[in-house]
């Protein structure tokens, strides 16, 4: 079956810019994760959504991150203002349901590159 | 607060030869734990997961890892490499809120 889809795949936005970053997961999943991972780096949690409710946004580095699943489903990831620092790829991961009842694992999309100059 | 920890972030071996990936884990609560691989340009995809249960667990490409509680350590070995084991390792540990805390990553380089 399908696996997430993530698009783009490559992002290049120029500093003040604002970006989309889209997430389709595994059709059925309920739970959705973003991380973003630095250049060399593990991926550090951004949110995470079950079904439409967001959860936990603890991992936003600042009120420019924005993110959305309006119906349960697919996700938007919005940054405004890009800055150089914000050059990363954004991975977004989708999993059938939390905790062990679940079988609980994160299936990873192929990540979009962004690259701010 | 959970955390982890990937000893050393190159590990260079020969086809044939034993690979061993370090990760030790912080942890208040029993951890979930799990080793990821990444290839250039793709995504995470799960090696093995330790949740309860069996403290040996196998995972694909012959992989498997040991969970030790007394040495808070979930090490990845595999018996012989292949040049297609060439990647990118993380080690991670489920937070209580169900993201996942990664390590800093292992890059595996196979020689022939």
């Known amino acids: 079956g399908a696996g997430v889809s993530q698009s783009p795949r490559y992002k290049v936005a120029k500093r003040g810019q604002d970006v989309a970053l889209r997430c389709d997961p595994i059709?059925?999943?309920?739970?959705l994760f973003w991380y973003q991972q630095a250049l060399g780096q593990g991926p550090e949690f951004l949110t995470y959504?079950?079904?439409?409710?967001?959860?936990?946004k603890s991992g936003l580095p600042s009120d420019r991150f924005f993110a959305e699943r309006p119906e349960g489903s697919v996700s938007t990831l919005k940054i405004q203002r890009t800055q150089q620092e914000d050059s990363a790829v954004y991975l977004c991961?989708?999993?059938?349901?939390?905790?062990?009842?679940?079988?609980?694992?994160?299936?990873f999309g192929p990540g979009t590159r962004l690259t701010v100059t | 607060a959970q955390s982890v920890t990937q000893l050393g972030s190159h590990v260079s071996v020969s086809e044939g030869a034993l690979v061993l990936l370090r990760c030790n884990y912080s942890?208040?609560?029993?951890?979930?734990l799990f080793w990821y691989v990444q290839y250039p340009n793709q995504g995470l995809q799960l090696l093995l997961k330790?949740?309860?249960?069996?403290?040996l667990v196998k995972g694909i490409n012959g992989f498997e890892a040991e969970f030790k509680k007394s040495e808070t350590s979930f090490h990845l070995t595999k018996p012989s490499a292949h040049m297609s084991d060439a990647a990118e390792y993380f080690c991670?540990?489920?937070?209580?809120?169900?993201?996942?805390?990664f390590g800093t990553g292992t890059r595996l380089q196979v020689f022939p």
């Open positions: 991961a989708s999993s059938l349901d939390v905790g062990l009842a679940g079988g609980y694992e994160q299936y």
């Open positions: 059709s059925g999943h309920v739970s």
């Open positions: 959504f079950q079904n439409e409710a967001q959860l936990d």
């Open positions: 942890s208040s609560v029993p951890p979930y």
């Open positions: 330790y949740t309860t249960g069996a403290t």
């Open positions: 991670a540990v489920r937070h209580n809120t169900d993201k996942l805390i």
